[in-house]
Every structure is written in structure tokens, then in C-alpha cells.
């Protein structure tokens, strides 16, 4: 049967998986690390999609290929195909005054309406307004505006700037694809219309550049030049519902660099609050989603500050009763998106000498991350998603203690799939779908489910906290 490859380009990382189209059997995979920081050029992405490619073994024997990334970073590109900056990442909160402007200017309701989206510092739109008013110069000469998928997904077919050795189709900007799952969370993209809200872009950057061309779920962009089918790819979360299987009734909890619930729902999502935000899937229908940027290094954050490894962390919490006894962690360490308070820190309150413990911080720690989570699952409920179940994925999904609280924390059952690079995962799919022309079956494998046994006065006190610290950090949810 043939083998199909797919990709997950991440803020860390570059993953690659080799699976057979049929079955969805991994056959190989490959890695390649990613450079640090907030802004990133994405010549570094290039370079570790053939390392990872390398250390995959290729893709001689592969058929098709798809590449995920993640969402929103801005790839601005010349008139020559030269990446003008290094890319503003998702994670990169200096727009958060130019996102603050544009709601201002437009409105809030109106944003949802034409984009599902309310202005934050992690959309493509504010990251523009901020590059228009902070390096004008840079501004003028963008003449073509990509996501990172959409970028690695024109060099793989080929192009790039006209003097560069490995573009043999040199800089055709007309060349760019996206999928709409990426195009909707850009905030000049309406998932209702599938159309480029020219208005809106002109808005942000002050001129209309060359946008994408937005693919349907199962088309391709092209082929290599070594003759591999490459399909539309997606943006992160919607390639992790896709590697998933997530139908209707499951939300998606991915506890990465980043924190995320999704759910996949068959009508658009216009949330004027900006709490939840109207995104597209990848299989063609939405994907509403609520994000912060705090989650799995909160973890890694108290666990150096204990001296523990995150073994000995989840140790730690298990040992402590819920709620931490009284102790709460809000933890919005890097400012937060989730509520919109990009200037706020993180506040530990509750402390007392009897609850002042090493326990006790690290179930803290746990249960702060957990909540803010939830309280995304309650948004995307209070925008009319039934959720029946939560499928709980990314690195720190393996902790025993994540695992253990999340079932104080949700109100549904907690189901973990066995460890999988989802995201890669969600990409072959869709590279065996463009393929063949049907979506393959493949399905996620549970290795754990945990009841709900949810503990209130513990999302309560939680709530109370983070009401307040939202308060005087000047909340604009």
C-alpha cells in the first residue's frame, strides 16, 4: 500500500510521520528541533523540515505528503520571495496595543461577525498593524502575506526567492496555498464566506497584499519535485482533530507549549466576547477553540522551582488533597490570551503556614493550569457546543497527575489516547485523503479514562482568583 507522510511544524519542533495510507500503521518518523524565541526566521523552519525529512528516511517512497504548523505567525514576504522579518510567532504579545486598536476601530461584534474572531496579540491581523506602525519601512515592501504552513508548503513544492539553489520554481507569490483552518485564524479570513475580507487586511497592513489561495479539505497544493502529491495541510489544532478522529460531543484539551480546547461542531462560532475563537477545521466544518499561552511550562516552572523532576512533581500533587488547601495558582506567568490580559503575571494566593507546602505548591500548580482549561471548555459551552466528553493530549497529558486532577477539574469523562504525534498524525490523514480521494478511518487508541468526579469550591476559589487578578491587569474579555 502507499505510504503517506505528514508534518507538524511547531513552535518547538518539526515532527514527521511515515504511515501506511491505508491502515494508518506508523511505519517511521523523524525529528528536528527548532530555534527559540517569540520571532523566528523561518529559514530555520526550511532547514529542520529536511532534517526531520533526513531522519525520517526520506520521502523516496512516499506518495503524499501534508504539513501542519502552527497557527497565526506572520510570513511577510517581498516582491522577490524574500522573507522580509523574521516571523512574529502566535506567542509574540507586543501587538496587543495594535489588536486593541483595531477592535476599536471596527468594533468587536463586528470582527466576529466577518471573521469569528475579536482582535488578540496572537492573531496575523495584529501582528500586520503592529509591523504598519512600527517598521513602516518593512510594511511597504510586504507584497505577500503567508502563515508558516502555508510558506513551508510553497517551498516544498518548489518555490522561494529567485536566487535561492533549492527553488526551482523561483518566487511565484500567485504559487502560496493555505487550508481554512489556518486562513481563519489570521482575522481577515470569514470561515462563513471562504473569502479574504480585503477591508480588514487592507486595515491591519494598510495596503492588500497577496493573500493564499484557501484550498478545500481535501485538495493538493501540487507536487514536489521529486514528484510526491502535496495535500492543502492545516493548521495545528485542526490537524490534531483530524489525527484524532474528534466527532461531534468531544472537546480536544492539548496541554503543549501552549494550552487548547477545541471542539469540531457543524456551524460557525461568533463569539463578540472574543473568549472563544470561530476558527475552521480541516475536514470542513468549525472549530471553535479557546487557547492559552500558559500551560505545560507552568508545570516545568514549579517543578525547578521544587527541584524536582516532573515525575517527582506529579508525586508531589498526588500527595496533597484537592483544592491544595486552599492554595491557587493562577498562572499566567507570560501574560495571558485566555482571558485577554497580555500584561498580567502570575498570582499565588491562599498561603498559609499550614498550606505553605511543597505538596501543596505542586497541586497547585497542576490544578491552576487544569482550571484555566476548563474554563475554556465553559466558554465553548456557553457558545452552544454540547461536550460529552474531553479527549486530554500533548506532552504533559502523560503526568499522572495531570491525568488524576483533570478528573476533578472536568465535569465529563476524561478519555487520554495513547501517546501519538497528533498533529503529524492529523497531516497524513489528510495526505492519504487527498491522495485517495476518501478520508481514511483511522482512529485514536485510549490508553486511559478517568471519571468525573469534579471538585466545585475548587474551580470556585480558582475562579474568584483569576476574576480578580483579570481585574487589576485591566482585562479587555
Not at 512533581?313 to 482571558?339: C, N, Q, Y
Request: with cysteine; proline share 6%; aromatic share 4%.
Amino acid at each position: 500500500m502507499p505510504l503517506v507522510a505528514g508534518v507538524d511544524s511547531s513552535t518547538q519542533s518539526c515532527k514527521v510521520v511515515v504511515r501506511d495510507a491505508a491502515t494508518g500503521a506508523l511505519v517511521r518518523t523523524g525529528r528536528a528541533s527548532h530555534p527559540d524565541g517569540t520571532e523566528v526566521d523561518p529559514e530555520h523552519w526550511w532547514v529542520a523540515l529536511q532534517a526531520a525529512i533526513d531522519d525520517a528516511g526520506g520521502l523516496a517512497d512516499v506518495a503524499a505528503v501534508s504539513i501542519a504548523g502552527q497557527q497565526h505567525g506572520m510570513v511577510a514576504l517581498d516582491a522577490s520571495g524574500r522573507v522580509i522579518r523574521p516571523a512574529l510567532l502566535w506567542n509574540d504579545t507586543r501587538s496587543a496595543d495594535a489588536a486593541a486598536a483595531l477592535t476599536e476601530e471596527l468594533g468587536a461584534d463586528a470582527y466576529a461577525r466577518r471573521t469569528g474572531l475579536v482582535p488578540v496579540a496572537s492573531f496575523t491581523a495584529t501582528k500586520l498593524r503592529w509591523l504598519r506602525d512600527h517598521e513602516p519601512e518593512n510594511a511597504e515592501r510586504v507584497a505577500a502575506v503567508a502563515l508558516p504552513h502555508d510558506w513551508l508548503t510553497w517551498r516544498l513544492l518548489g518555490y522561494g526567492p529567485a536566487d535561492a539553489a533549492d527553488a526551482p520554481l523561483g518566487p511565484d507569490l500567485d504559487a502560496l496555498t493555505t487550508d481554512r483552518s489556518d486562513a481563519s485564524g489570521t482575522a481577515y479570513w470569514s470561515p462563513e464566506t471562504g473569502e479574504v475580507d480585503a477591508e480588514l487586511l487592507e486595515l491591519a497592513l494598510g495596503h492588500t497584499p497577496r493573500t493564499p489561495r484557501v484550498l478545500g479539505p481535501a485538495a493538493a497544493a501540487g507536487t514536489t519535485p521529486a514528484g510526491q502529491l502535496v495535500a492543502a495541510g492545516a493548521g495545528d489544532n485542526a490537524a490534531a482533530a483530524l489525527g484524532l478522529g474528534a466527532g461531534q460531543g468531544d472537546a480536544v484539551v492539548s496541554i503543549g507549549t501552549s494550552g487548547t480546547v477545541f471542539a469540531v461542531t457543524g456551524r460557525p462560532v461568533h463569539d463578540p466576547t472574543g473568549a472563544v475563537a470561530g476558527f475552521a477545521d480541516a475536514s470542513g466544518a468549525f472549530l471553535p477553540l479557546v487557547a492559552t499561552l500558559n500551560a505545560a511550562r507552568v508545570l516545568g516552572s514549579i517543578a525547578s522551582l521544587l527541584g524536582v523532576d516532573a515525575d517527582e512533581l506529579a508525586t508531589l500533587a498526588l500527595a496533597a488533597e484537592s483544592g491544595a488547601d486552599g492554595l491557587v495558582l493562577v498562572p499566567w506567568f507570560e501574560g495571558e490570551r485566555s482571558p485577554d490580559v497580555p500584561n498580567a503575571r502570575a498570582q499565588l494566593s491562599g498561603m498559609s503556614l499550614a498550606s505553605t507546602t511543597r505538596e501543596n505548591l505542586a497541586r497547585a500548580a497542576v490544578e491552576g493550569m487544569l482550571c484555566a482549561l476548563a474554563d475554556g471548555l465553559d466558554g465553548i459551552r456557553r457558545a452552544g457546543v454540547v461536550v460529552d466528553r474531553v479527549l486530554l493530549i500533548g506532552g504533559a497529558a502523560a503526568n499522572p497527575a495531570v491525568r488524576e486532577i483533570a478528573g476533578r477539574v472536568f465535569d465529563v469523562t476524561v478519555d487520554v489516547p495513547e501517546p501519538s504525534e497528533y498533529v503529524a498524525d492529523g497531516a497524513a490523514r489528510q495526505a492519504a485523503w487527498a491522495l485517495s480521494g476518501a478520508l481514511p478511518t483511522w482512529s485514536a487508541e485510549i490508553a486511559t479514562s478517568v471519571p468525573a468526579r469534579p471538585d466545585g469550591a475548587l474551580r470556585e476559589r480558582y475562579r474568584d482568583a483569576a476574576d480578580a487578578l483579570a481585574a487589576r491587569a485591566g482585562s479587555r474579555a
